[in-house]
């Protein structure tokens, strides 16, 4: 295969072709993967065109969809991870009267990073402001308009380890009662490896642990899939509780044999926020976060 192959990747949205909250008739959406010089593949898509408005005391939300197509080494008997090794983000453009009013966070996941919050010095908007890791200055060393390189105010490193691959979404918080603006092109560069397991080799091999494991796709609209294992016979519960730790509904209670299982779970009916599954099985128990985004 060629180590050079210039792969075109498909950019999607939550309603099949790329989609916002709002109707995007306007946006370009660009991205490429490339392999880097220490041999690791690059993705560097873009969100481009928005006029995404920013309005007072409100969140406003992008999504950033990143699905590589299949390629030669997909195949029944093969499942491809693609393991995040460091990640950039890009606000290449952000107009906005006051950047302190600001707190910016972006999510992929599970994981939420806060690239920018509380702002101490006042000024407008953001050109070509990119947040990384390796950065030496802070956004607050700096001035508006802000450009070039910034370490965020959280570290990027949190995302590492996760599935590349998936919905990534920025959130716009305006703190302001007055102050109005416009999101207008933002997007990740995200390092990343192939880690390959054999499917045919798991389905044939019998569980010996409890797994419980990360929701997909997560945040997530209107529907999610739970998956876990299982070693054994067992009574099996699955529950759902919101932030404060109240139960809200209980998503599955029956017997299971030992295995891999999973359930699909709507939350059409569920206000946006972080939510809690809880997994108990026999004397195993755990449980994960998620977060709903309408």
């Known amino acids: ?57 409100t969140s406003t939300f992008d999504t950033l969809g990143f699905y590589p197509p299949a390629g030669p080494l997909d195949s029944g008997s093969l499942s491809i991870l693609r393991k995040v090794l460091l990640v950039t983000a890009r606000l290449d453009s952000i107009i906005f009267p006051q950047d302190d009013s600001l707190d910016i966070t972006l999510i992929h996941n599970g994981a939420l990073d806060t690239l920018v919050y509380r702002l101490t010095s006042r000024g407008a908007n953001f050109e070509g402001t990119v947040l990384a890791d390796t950065a030496m200055l802070s956004l607050n060393a700096g001035s508006a308009p802000y450009s070039g390189e910034f370490s965020p105010s959280r570290p990027l490193s949190q995302f590492v380890g996760t599935e590349a691959s998936g919905n990534w979404i920025l959130q716009i918080s305006n703190h302001s009662r007055t102050l109005i603006g416009t999101l207008e092109q933002w997007g990740v560069s995200i390092d990343f490896t192939l880690v390959f397991t054999s499917i045919r080799a798991s389905q044939e091999t019998r569980p010996d642990e409890f797994i419980l494991y990360q929701n997909f796709p997560n945040p997530f609209n209107p529907s999610t899939v739970i998956r876990y294992t299982i070693p054994h016979h067992a009574r099996v519960t699955l529950m759902l509780y919101n932030i404060l730790g109240e139960r809200l509904a209980t998503l599955f209670d029956g017997d299971q044999e030992a295995g891999d299982h999973q359930l699909t779970v709507n939350g059409s009916g569920l206000a946006s926020g972080v939510y809690y599954y809880h997994l108990r099985a026999g004397s195993n128990s755990a449980v994960r976060r998620f977060m709903l985004l309408h």
């Open 1 to 57: 295969m060629d180590r050079v192959s210039r792969l075109t990747i498909r950019l999607r949205g939550r309603t099949g072709a790329l989609a916002t909250r709002a109707a995007i008739r306007h946006c370009v959406f660009l991205g490429f993967v490339f392999l880097n010089a220490a041999g690791l593949a690059v993705a560097q898509p873009l969100r481009i065109g928005l006029h995404q408005p920013i309005s007072p005391g």
